[in-house]
């Protein structure tokens, strides 16, 4: 049995999910040992957390099914709100850069000393690709000689941000946003117009939750047809301009504000690309396209190839906790 909320954060990844429920069910009926690491690695928001709990609940739970989660028991319900005792979470603090010593260390002795002899420990490492080096070193010692029944889940965006030696030492499961076609069958249920539904899904890049916020949250909707509108205006208008327009729309006001920017700003880009090589028909944001040739011709490919890697650095600059308004100013700048 798989949740609404799991199946809307898993299409296109049924199989992963299955055969992550494949594995509790052996080895709740073989005694086979799962412990070790697991690597679930994807674009962002494409749901590697939501897998990850939904695979810890299938181990830990009560009145499991096939390895499935029966989502009623108690410790269903202690996982689903991240309060179980057999589990142990790794996150970046608040004002780091990186995911620390100190903090990798606590994980490690809480994750060894929850371990007991009839039930995993399931240890979850959010934005394991910003371990630092001392960090993504402590933890390779305990993978290289994992506790008995210990499970450590490294959720990464980015598989070749990870140490390779990390990776050599781990199972790796690739989590992909879902092909249009699926996502648009799943919102077509969902009573959506087929017009809306095309936008949303082109807009998401196939990722359902960003699609049905695309779809239900007019005031989200707008905020980035406005981000996207921006670059078109701003494209090739003087310098001072570009930063005088930025400084008013306050984009770069926090670190959320900044990488919504962001995000709009790559659905562009890669449209200025597709045009650029006569691909119109894959366009994304076809408000725009009557303006895309005219300004591919004027900025060229080369500058635009450039800022599709300038807009890649800015999400590690975000996440190295570069100020959001100089990581804004910086690619207006480069445009």
Same mark, same amino acid.
Not at 303 to 331: G, H, T, Y
């Given at each position: 049995?798989?949740?609404?909320?799991?199946?809307?954060?898993?299409?296109?990844? =049924?199989?992963?999910?299955?055969?992550?429920?494949? @594995?509790?069910?052996?080895?709740?009926?073989?005694? %086979?040992?799962?412990?070790?690491?697991?690597?679930?690695?994807?674009? !962002?928001?494409?749901?590697? *957390?939501?897998?990850?709990?939904?695979?810890?609940?299938?181990? %830990?739970?009560?009145?499991?099914?096939?390895?499935?989660?029966?989502?009623?028991?108690?410790?269903?319900? =202690? &996982?689903?709100?991240?309060?179980?005792?057999?589990?142990?979470?790794?996150?970046?603090?608040?004002?780091? *850069?990186?995911?620390?010593?100190?903090? $990798?260390?606590?994980?490690?002795?809480?994750?060894?000393?929850?371990?007991?002899?009839?039930?995993?420990?399931?240890?979850?490492?959010?934005? #394991?690709? @910003? @371990?630092?080096?001392? !960090?993504?070193?402590?933890?390779?010692? $305990?993978?290289?000689?994992?506790?008995?029944?210990?499970?450590?889940?490294l959720l990464a965006d980015n598989l070749?941000?990870?140490?390779?030696?990390?990776?050599?030492?781990?199972?790796?499961?690739? /989590?992909?946003?879902?092909?249009?076609?699926?996502?648009?069958?799943?919102?077509?249920? *969902?009573?959506?117009?087929?017009?809306?539904?095309?936008? +949303?899904?082109?807009?998401?890049?196939?990722?359902?939750?960003?699609?049905?916020?695309?779809?239900?949250?007019?005031?989200?909707?707008?905020?980035?047809?406005?981000?996207?509108?921006?670059?078109?205006?701003?494209?090739?208008?003087?310098?001072?301009?570009?930063?005088?327009? %930025?400084?008013?729309?306050?984009y770069g006001a926090d670190s959320e504000?900044?990488?919504?920017?962001?995000?709009?700003? *790559?659905?562009? #880009?890669?449209?200025?690309?597709?045009?650029?090589? =006569? +691909?119109?028909? &894959?366009?994304?944001?076809?408000?725009?396209?009557?303006?895309?040739?005219? /300004?591919?011709?004027?900025?060229?490919?080369?500058?635009?190839?450039?800022?599709?890697?300038?807009?890649?650095?800015?999400?590690?600059?975000?996440?190295?906790?570069?100020?959001?308004?100089?990581?804004?100013?910086? /690619?207006?700048?480069?445009?």
């Amino acid at each position: 049995m798989i949740s609404e909320a799991l199946k809307m954060n898993n299409l296109g990844n =049924q199989a992963v999910v299955n055969q992550l429920a494949s @594995l509790a069910h052996q080895s709740r009926l073989s005694g %086979l040992n799962l412990s070790g690491s697991y690597i679930f690695s994807g674009p !962002s928001a494409v749901g590697k *957390k939501q897998t990850a709990m939904y695979w810890a609940q299938g181990l %830990l739970c009560l009145s499991s099914r096939d390895g499935h989660p029966c989502l009623q028991c108690a410790s269903c319900h =202690q &996982l689903a709100i991240g309060n179980h005792p057999n589990l142990v979470t790794l996150d970046r603090e608040e004002d780091s *850069k990186l995911v620390g010593i100190e903090p $990798t260390r606590d994980f490690i002795s809480h994750l060894n000393r929850s371990v007991d002899s009839d039930s995993y420990c399931f240890g979850l490492i959010n934005e #394991a690709s @910003l @371990l630092n080096e001392a !960090s993504a070193n402590a933890l390779l010692k $305990t993978l290289e000689e994992p506790s008995r029944r210990a499970i450590i889940v490294l959720l990464a965006d980015n598989l070749e941000a990870l140490p390779k030696t990390v990776v050599s030492r781990s199972q790796v499961f690739r /989590l992909r946003p879902a092909s249009s076609k699926v996502l648009s069958e799943y919102l077509l249920e *969902k009573s959506f117009e087929r017009s809306a539904i095309h936008e +949303a899904v082109a807009i998401s890049g196939g990722r359902p939750a960003l699609a049905l916020d695309w779809l239900n949250n007019d005031k989200l909707r707008q905020s980035q047809l406005a981000r996207l509108d921006y670059l078109l205006q701003i494209a090739d208008q003087p310098l001072s301009d570009r930063l005088s327009a %930025l400084d008013k729309l306050k984009y770069g006001a926090d670190s959320e504000s900044a990488t919504e920017t962001i995000d709009s700003w *790559k659905i562009i #880009a890669r449209d200025w690309l597709l045009v650029s090589a =006569q +691909a119109d028909d &894959l366009v994304v944001y076809r408000r725009g396209l009557d303006s895309y040739n005219a /300004l591919v011709s004027r900025l060229g490919r080369q500058r635009i190839l450039n800022f599709n890697r300038a807009l890649v650095e800015a999400d590690w600059q975000l996440k190295a906790n570069v100020s959001p308004k100089a990581v804004l100013e910086n /690619l207006v700048i480069n445009l």
